[in-house]
C-alpha cells in the first residue's frame, strides 16, 4: 500500500459556526453586563469591555477570509505544505515539511505541527499548526490521511482511539 496523497483542508465549517456563535454570545452578554446591570460600577464596565472585545475577536476570527492548505504526501513520505486563500489544483509546489513531536491525531481531529524543513533534512524555520476536522476534508480523506501521517511518524498503518506522536 503507498501512503502518496494529496489532501486540502479546508477551514472547519461547524468549528467556524460554533467561534461565531460564542463571539455573538459574548457580545450579547457584555451588552446585559453593561447596560442592563442595576449597579454602574467600574468594575461592571470593564467586565462589559472584556466580554465585549473578547466576542468581536471570535466573531472576526470566524468571519474573516478562510486560508486552504493542501497537504502532500509522497509514496517515500515527504510532507509538502502548501498555504492559500484560493488553493487551485494547479497550484506551485509549497514548502517541504516535517511532522514534529507532539502532533496528535485523534479519531475526530488531527493537531498537526509542521516545521519547514531545508535540504539537508534540518528545521529551516518557525514550525505552524494545522488543525483537521473530518468536515475539512473530503469524505474518505480523513482516515486515509490519518493512517499516511500515522505511517510517516513511523507509528505503523494502525490509529488507535488516542495518540500522540512524540
Same mark, same amino acid.
Given at each position: 500500500?503507498?501512503?502518496?496523497?494529496?489532501?486540502?483542508?479546508?477551514?472547519?465549517?461547524?468549528?467556524?459556526?460554533?467561534?461565531?456563535?460564542?463571539?455573538?454570545?459574548?457580545?450579547?452578554?457584555?451588552?446585559?453586563?453593561?447596560?442592563?446591570?442595576?449597579?454602574?460600577?467600574?468594575?461592571?464596565? #470593564?467586565?462589559?469591555?472584556?466580554? @465585549?472585545?473578547?466576542? !468581536?475577536? %471570535? *466573531?472576526?476570527? +470566524?468571519?474573516?477570509? &478562510?486560508?486552504?492548505?493542501?497537504?502532500?504526501?509522497?509514496?517515500?513520505?515527504?510532507?509538502?505544505?502548501?498555504?492559500?486563500?484560493?488553493?487551485?489544483?494547479?497550484?506551485?509546489?509549497?514548502?517541504?515539511?516535517? #511532522?514534529?513531536?507532539?502532533?496528535? @491525531?485523534?479519531?475526530? !481531529?488531527? %493537531? *498537526?505541527?509542521? +516545521?519547514?524543513?531545508? &535540504?539537508?533534512?534540518?528545521?529551516?524555520?518557525?514550525?505552524?499548526?494545522?488543525?483537521?476536522?473530518?468536515?475539512?476534508?473530503?469524505?474518505?480523506?480523513?482516515?486515509?490521511l490519518a493512517v499516511a501521517l500515522g505511517a510517516v511518524a513511523g507509528l505503523g498503518a494502525v490509529v488507535v482511539n488516542e495518540r500522540e506522536i512524540g
Open positions: 500500500m503507498s501512503i502518496a496523497m494529496t489532501v486540502v483542508v479546508a477551514p472547519s465549517r461547524r468549528l467556524r459556526m460554533l467561534a461565531a456563535g460564542f463571539g455573538a454570545s459574548l457580545a450579547a452578554a457584555a451588552l446585559a453586563a453593561g447596560l442592563l446591570s442595576p449597579v454602574h460600577t467600574p468594575a461592571g464596565t #470593564l467586565v462589559a469591555a472584556t466580554l @465585549l472585545f473578547a466576542g !468581536l475577536c %471570535l *466573531l472576526h476570527a +470566524a468571519l474573516r477570509p &478562510a486560508m486552504v492548505h493542501r497537504i502532500d504526501i509522497s509514496g517515500v513520505g515527504r510532507l509538502r505544505l502548501t498555504v492559500q486563500q484560493d488553493l487551485r489544483p494547479d497550484a506551485p509546489g509549497g514548502m517541504q515539511v516535517a #511532522l514534529l513531536p507532539g502532533s496528535t @491525531l485523534w479519531p475526530q !481531529l488531527m %493537531l *498537526l505541527r509542521l +516545521a519547514p524543513v531545508d &535540504a539537508a533534512g534540518g528545521r529551516a524555520g518557525r514550525g505552524c499548526c494545522v488543525v483537521v476536522f473530518p468536515d475539512s476534508v473530503a469524505p474518505d480523506a480523513f482516515r486515509a
